[in-house]
């Protein structure tokens, strides 16, 4: 798949998500630069499911996307995040997250593992 029909996507998906031209060059610099993610959001993007391929530390962009449910689930119950009705968002920002978990595993390792967000205040 050619490098124009992925920007052209990477901007597709930026626009329904509701970021910017900037962050949508910004991800782009990062994703070519990462052929293993790259190749991820390629195979999601001719079959509309994740390989599961690009592993970070054992980590996939689908964990990073249970995580991200997971860790903002207290937001997604008051509505308030801009991903509960936004699919688009919350793909662009699981890729985005694997991206920069690239550059800082440990990082978003331990994020990943101590910081689940399942609760809030008075929940129970």
């Not at 662009?92 to 994020?111: C, Q, S």
Request: proline share 2%.
């Amino acid at each position: 798949m050619g490098a124009e029909t992925v920007i052209a996507f990477i901007q597709s998906l930026c626009q329904y998500a509701g970021e910017d031209e900037a962050f949508a060059k910004g991800f782009w610099e990062q994703l070519k630069e990462d052929e293993e993610i790259y190749q991820e959001l390629v195979y999601y993007m001719e079959h509309g499911n994740f390989a599961c391929k690009a592993k970070i530390q054992g980590y996939t962009v689908v964990d990073v996307m249970v995580w991200q449910m997971d860790h903002f689930k207290a937001r997604l119950d008051r509505d308030n995040s801009g991903t509960r009705q936004n699919g688009d968002r919350m793909l662009l920002l699981a890729f985005d997250t694997l991206l920069n978990m690239r550059r800082e595993p440990e990082k978003y390792i331990r994020k990943m593992s101590g910081e689940t967000g399942t609760d809030y205040p008075d929940k129970y």
